[in-house]
């Protein structure tokens, strides 16, 4: 299981190759929102995302003679580039599944950092776990998985650190803190960091509507899964569960869970390039949707919240700008 000292041990391993990435604050979102909103901008992390930090925590965790085989991981886009780029950088071969729908920069951007890309029909149901293991055991590849791994989520659990830090800094002891949440990892990592360093702060979950399986997993107290694998703009959080280890984490440490829709998700993203000059993805900007728009379910004068991705194809940007603004 992840702990806050697996957390500790990863930010020293970290430090020097991670962005700590800047807690940003806009009078005009504060408007919106009706209290303050603190952004923290993991959009402008490496690969431009979190991933990132669980990727590079896993792949430096490895056994040298271990990782040197190489490693495996399968994605939707953002972890998928997180591996690649930390494979790179200690010089092992990657192979990453990735959904044949999955966003084409997404995909584009995990090939030209040297990983070999294999597409799989994540619509009709086909299986990446099996393909997974053929393709693990068929080459002694070691498995990174994208959010149930305790180093990965030790490494996204850094980014609570430093909400920690900086809370500290600017004054906060009490604060939501709204992450986006697919199956958890990027959650549950911040929860533990902030438990042990700012245990005023409580972590939400935000999701998605449709996909909303962490939020009925809290309130039911067991894992609950969606209906389908795909169909929402929000493709970075689309899992079918939470984690097996994720979900006891979550369900000690947060509070009820958030759902906005994709339109919320739109104008998230036309509010941040306008207000904040960020570019987000739509399944990075539900935690910062969440906090403009479901205010009457949120309980602090501050609002902490993520913006934890902005791989974005020019096309879905394009239309965040138009239908986001049009509605803001």
Known sequence: MSDI?????????????????PLLHAPLLDEIAGRRVLVKAEC???????KYRGARAAVSALPPDVRSRGVLAFSSGNHAQGVALAARQFDVPAVIIMPADAPALKIANTRAYGAEVV??????????????????????????RPYDEPEVIAG???CGLEIAEDATRLGVENADVLVCCGGGGFTSGIALALEADAPGLRVRPVEPEDF?????????GHIETNNRPSGNICDAILTPAPGEITFPILHRLCGPGLVVSENE????????FQR?????????????AAALFRANELDCETVICTISGGNVDADMFVR?????????
Do not use: C
């Open 5 to 21: 000292d697996r957390i500790r041990s990863a930010a020293k391993r970290l430090n020097g190759h991670i962005r700590r990435t």
């Open 44 to 50: 402008l992390q490496w690969t431009g995302s979190f």
């Open 119 to 144: 597409l799989y029909d994540r619509a009709n149901g086909e299986s990446r776990e099996a393909l997974g293991e053929h393709l693990r055991d068929a080459r002694g590849l070691t498995l990174i």
């Open 156 to 158: 996204q659990g850094t």
């Open 212 to 220: 909303d399986d962490v939020k009925r997993s809290l309130v039911s």
């Open 265 to 272: 998700a739109l104008r998230a993203m036309a509010h941040a």
């Open 276 to 288: 904040l000059k960020l570019v987000a993805e739509p399944g990075g900007a539900v935690a910062l």
């Open 320 to 328: 965040a700008l138009s239908e986001g603004a049009d509605a803001a």
